[in-house]
């Protein structure tokens, strides 16, 4: 939809779209070349300084970090995907004792900073004998503030759920668990799972509060390993890369899902349209 | 309670750091953010590209590794700047992704009659987005451009993480010097949590009146 805001160009705008062209790569070559420049000027890019990420023992030990933060992803997104079902279900539930306590935690998690529970987590649960492994003093938190988020999405998967599929389910005899239970959320399920994907990518990003945690993790791994070879920038650029190639790939994972739904959907309509025209 | 009351100037120097990282560093991403659009539904491609491509890295790399990196790293390049400054700039550079991408849901919602109707009357493609389609846009991304300014607010505590001493640090080092944190914690979490009720009150009454104004 980015063409939105232009016509097909006349000459008179190639000539400008040529002109702008121009301008903006000179614009980000200059920037690049002035990040070269003061990188260069402080010995960042020499060779010896970034010939260890060649080598496989520096990737080991990251690569090491990356499962951490993988385990711990997934542990966290387990955990705070069924909280975030049941929190859903209960928002929607028809007892006001179930769905009053169930808003007011989505309500308050959303605006409780993430670190704000590990700091609680580290340093407030021990004085009262609940002192964690360090694993789920990272996990425990995460799962805690992104529960809330997950709520959200799957709450809105349910509710996308054309009204007539739960009263049909209710018309056939199924009880209202058994309606939600087999018709409801099959039909939600399929359409949060880009949704899904995509918040999950925050929890991964969530997960480098293990810096705090000092949990072996990407990001702790990499404040680890400069410390030990004083390649700082080299090694967190070399993170953030990593970061990036992971984060990247789910996120487009989550765009190919998306438009996959959207198609099967689009394709679903055009064939009821058809049927309906036909009778 | 007293903890609170004992401790009042530490929590109060660190809600006044908070304020002024959610302020300073919203302000910047909400410029950004609207530089980065513009450019991403422009007609020329390279711009395009480049305004793709910085909502993608910025969606995907964790704030703390931006923090990271800009506060340890950029030193070794012989950048010395204040460490508030520093924050702002890259919790400003982070959100202005995720404010880019409200806004342009926003832009693609404008039907495209508009859009044409504007072109038809002969307005170029900035008069176009300035005043045709950017503020029938905003009117439907307050919701989501609110939401951005909670998220940001939260990810302001992120910066306790690498020194600055907003509201987290100072509800941090009290309980390390009191050792209650029940009062401590809870009183900063209600503190966070005011400053998004109040974000969330202007955001719904901003919507109500613009939407009744259209």
Redesign the interface.
């Known amino acids: 939809?980015?063409?939105?805001?232009?016509?097909a160009?006349g000459p008179r705008?190639r000539r400008r779209?040529r002109i702008?062209?121009v301008v903006?790569?000179v614009v980000?070559l200059g920037l690049l070349a002035l990040a070269v420049r003061?990188?260069a000027?402080?010995g960042?890019l020499d060779p010896e300084r970034w010939q260890p990420y060649a080598t496989w023992p520096m990737w080991r030990y990251l690569l090491g970090g990356l499962w951490s933060t993988v385990l711990a992803a997934v542990v966290a997104a387990a955990l705070a995907m069924a909280a975030g079902l049941a929190l859903a279900l209960g928002r929607l539930s028809r007892c006001r004792w179930v769905r009053l306590p169930a808003a007011a935690y989505i309500e308050?998690v959303?605006?409780?900073?993430?670190?704000?529970l590990v700091?609680?987590v580290l340093?407030?649960?021990p004085?009262y004998g609940v002192d964690l492994p360090l694993f789920w003093k990272l996990v425990v938190p995460l799962a805690v503030s992104n529960a809330a988020a997950f709520a959200g999405v799957f709450r809105a998967g349910i509710l996308s759920v054309d009204k007539g599929q739960g009263e049909a389910g209710l018309a056939v005899g199924l009880t209202h668990g058994q309606t939600m239970r087999m018709i409801v959320l099959p039909q939600a399920a399929r359409r949060v799972l880009p949704s899904i994907v995509s918040q999950s990518?925050g929890l991964l990003?969530?997960?480098?509060?293990g810096?705090?945690v000092s949990y072996a993790e990407l990001?702790y791994s990499g404040?680890v390993l400069a410390a030990y070879n004083g390649l700082?920038?080299q090694t967190?650029?070399v993170?953030?890369l990593v970061?990036?190639a992971i984060?990247?790939s789910l996120?487009k994972l989550a765009r190919v899902l998306e438009t996959r739904t959207q198609e099967t959907r689009a394709a679903a309509a055009d064939r009821s349209r058809r049927s309906t025209a036909r009778a | 309670m007293s903890v609170l009351l004992d401790h009042l100037p530490e929590f109060w120097e660190g809600l006044v750091v908070t304020l002024q990282l959610t302020a300073a560093s919203f302000a910047g991403a909400a410029v950004l953010g609207l530089v980065v659009t513009s450019m991403r539904v422009s007609p020329v491609a390279v711009l395009r590209g480049i305004g793709t491509a910085y909502v993608e890295t910025f969606q995907n790399l964790p704030l703390l590794v931006l923090l990271v990196l800009a506060v340890f790293g950029l030193p070794e390049i012989g950048i010395k700047a204040d460490l508030l400054v520093t924050a702002v700039v890259v919790i400003a550079v982070y959100e202005a992704a995720y404010i880019a991408e409200a806004l342009r849901s926003g832009v693609n919602a404008v039907s495209a009659g508009q859009g044409e109707a504007a072109r038809a009357l002969g307005l170029t493609f900035g008069q176009s987005l300035r005043h045709v389609v950017l503020p029938q846009a905003l009117r439907t991304v307050i919701q989501p451009l609110g939401n951005v300014f909670i998220a940001l607010t939260m990810n302001t505590s992120l910066a306790a993480a690498v020194g600055v001493v907003d509201l987290t640090a100072a509800a941090n080092r009290v309980n390390l010097i009191e050792a209650q944190p029940i009062p401590i914690f809870v009183g900063a979490g209600l503190a966070y949590a005011l400053v998004a009720a109040c974000v969330g009150l202007v955001t719904g009454r901003l919507e109500r009146r613009l939407v009744t104004a259209g």
Request: aromatic residues 12%; charged residues 15%; without cysteine.
């Open positions: 939809m980015s063409d939105l805001l232009f016509d160009p705008a779209i702008a062209t903006g790569t980000i003061q990188f000027a402080a960042q308050a959303r605006t409780i900073p993430a670190l704000l700091y609680v340093f407030a649960l004085r990518v990003k969530d997960t480098s509060l810096f705090v990001l404040k700082l920038i967190y650029i993170v953030a970061y990036l984060n990247g996120s």
